[in-house]
Protein backbone atom coordinates (compact mmCIF):
# COMPACT_ATOMS: atom_id res chain seq x y z
CA UNK A 1 0.00 0.00 0.00
CA UNK A 2 1.30 3.52 -1.26
CA UNK A 3 1.55 5.97 2.05
CA UNK A 4 -0.88 9.11 1.26
CA UNK A 5 1.60 11.70 3.18
CA UNK A 6 4.51 11.60 1.36
CA UNK A 7 6.62 13.35 3.94
CA UNK A 8 5.87 11.78 7.05
CA UNK A 9 9.31 11.64 8.08
CA UNK A 10 10.34 15.69 7.76
CA UNK A 11 6.37 16.38 9.68
CA UNK A 12 7.93 14.36 12.43
CA UNK A 13 11.16 14.82 12.44
CA UNK A 14 11.02 18.24 15.00
CA UNK A 15 8.33 19.54 18.29
CA UNK A 16 6.53 17.09 19.71
CA UNK A 17 8.15 13.89 17.52
CA UNK A 18 5.70 10.78 19.53
CA UNK A 19 2.29 13.44 19.23
CA UNK A 20 3.43 14.24 15.41
CA UNK A 21 3.65 10.89 14.58
CA UNK A 22 0.58 9.37 16.22
CA UNK A 23 -1.43 12.47 14.50
CA UNK A 24 0.21 11.20 11.27
CA UNK A 25 -0.66 7.76 11.76
CA UNK A 26 -4.24 8.49 12.64
CA UNK A 27 -4.30 10.53 9.66
CA UNK A 28 -2.99 8.32 7.64
CA UNK A 29 -5.48 5.63 9.06
CA UNK A 30 -8.12 8.09 8.24
CA UNK A 31 -7.18 8.37 4.42
CA UNK A 32 -7.02 4.78 4.03
CA UNK A 33 -10.12 4.04 5.04
CA UNK A 34 -11.93 6.44 2.83
CA UNK A 35 -10.13 5.49 0.27
CA UNK A 36 -12.92 3.56 -2.35
CA UNK A 37 -10.84 1.44 -3.56
CA UNK A 38 -10.16 -0.75 -0.04
CA UNK A 39 -14.06 -0.94 0.00
CA UNK A 40 -14.45 -2.33 -3.14
CA UNK A 41 -11.84 -4.78 -2.87
CA UNK A 42 -13.74 -6.31 -0.56
CA UNK A 43 -16.98 -5.81 -2.22
CA UNK A 44 -15.70 -7.76 -5.47
CA UNK A 45 -13.38 -10.28 -5.97
CA UNK A 46 -12.36 -13.22 -7.97
CA UNK A 47 -11.83 -17.04 -6.29
CA UNK A 48 -11.53 -20.47 -8.06
CA UNK A 49 -13.16 -18.41 -11.41
CA UNK A 50 -15.82 -17.21 -10.32
CA UNK A 51 -16.21 -12.96 -9.76
CA UNK A 52 -18.03 -12.88 -6.16
CA UNK A 53 -20.02 -9.33 -6.07
CA UNK A 54 -21.29 -8.37 -2.09
CA UNK A 55 -20.19 -8.70 1.50
CA UNK A 56 -22.87 -9.00 4.20
CA UNK A 57 -21.48 -5.73 6.36
CA UNK A 58 -22.39 -3.68 3.13
CA UNK A 59 -25.64 -4.72 2.79
CA UNK A 60 -28.61 -2.30 4.19
CA UNK A 61 -31.12 -3.50 7.09
CA UNK A 62 -34.01 -4.75 5.29
CA UNK A 63 -32.41 -5.13 1.67
CA UNK A 64 -34.70 -6.75 -0.51
CA UNK A 65 -32.24 -9.18 -2.16
CA UNK A 66 -29.63 -10.88 0.10
CA UNK A 67 -26.36 -12.65 -0.65
CA UNK A 68 -23.20 -12.70 -2.68
CA UNK A 69 -23.72 -12.45 -6.63
CA UNK A 70 -21.11 -15.56 -8.23
CA UNK A 71 -20.35 -15.14 -11.80
CA UNK A 72 -18.77 -18.48 -13.57
CA UNK A 73 -15.95 -16.49 -15.45
CA UNK A 74 -15.89 -19.40 -18.11
CA UNK A 75 -19.60 -18.53 -18.75
CA UNK A 76 -18.71 -15.36 -20.06
CA UNK A 77 -16.70 -13.07 -22.45
CA UNK A 78 -16.56 -9.43 -21.54
CA UNK A 79 -17.64 -7.19 -18.10
CA UNK A 80 -18.16 -4.05 -18.48
CA UNK A 81 -17.92 -1.95 -15.49
CA UNK A 82 -19.44 1.59 -15.76
CA UNK A 83 -18.88 4.29 -12.80
CA UNK A 84 -19.34 8.01 -12.11
CA UNK A 85 -17.25 10.72 -10.00
CA UNK A 86 -14.83 11.60 -8.38
CA UNK A 87 -13.86 7.79 -7.07
CA UNK A 88 -14.46 6.28 -10.04
CA UNK A 89 -11.00 6.16 -11.66
CA UNK A 90 -9.63 4.92 -8.21
CA UNK A 91 -11.86 1.90 -8.04
CA UNK A 92 -12.75 1.06 -11.82
CA UNK A 93 -9.03 1.45 -12.90
CA UNK A 94 -8.27 -1.31 -10.12
CA UNK A 95 -11.06 -3.60 -11.18
CA UNK A 96 -9.88 -7.35 -10.03
CA UNK A 97 -9.23 -9.42 -13.75
CA UNK A 98 -8.41 -13.22 -13.50
CA UNK A 99 -4.55 -12.77 -14.27
CA UNK A 100 -4.22 -9.61 -11.92
CA UNK A 101 -6.64 -9.74 -9.10
CA UNK A 102 -6.44 -5.80 -8.09
CA UNK A 103 -2.82 -5.66 -8.40
CA UNK A 104 -2.53 -3.98 -11.79
CA UNK A 105 -4.21 -0.58 -12.92
CA UNK A 106 -2.77 -0.92 -16.31
CA UNK A 107 -4.81 -3.63 -17.36
CA UNK A 108 -6.59 -2.00 -20.25
CA UNK A 109 -9.68 -0.69 -17.98
CA UNK A 110 -11.30 2.50 -20.20
CA UNK A 111 -12.11 5.24 -18.50
CA UNK A 112 -13.07 9.16 -18.79
CA UNK A 113 -12.79 10.29 -15.39
CA UNK A 114 -10.73 13.27 -15.67
CA UNK A 115 -7.58 12.91 -13.26
CA UNK A 116 -7.18 15.95 -11.52
Known amino acids: ?3 RIQNMESLASHGNIPGRKAMLDILEAGL ?3 DPYY ?5 IRIDSGR ?3 GKKEFEPAGAPVSGDEVINLDE ?7 GAGKAEYNVNGRFPNPERPFGDPTMGVRTNA ?3
Open 1 to 3: MDL
Open 32 to 34: EGS
Open 39 to 43: NAKEL
Open 51 to 53: LII
Open 76 to 82: INNIYVF
Open 114 to 116: NKT
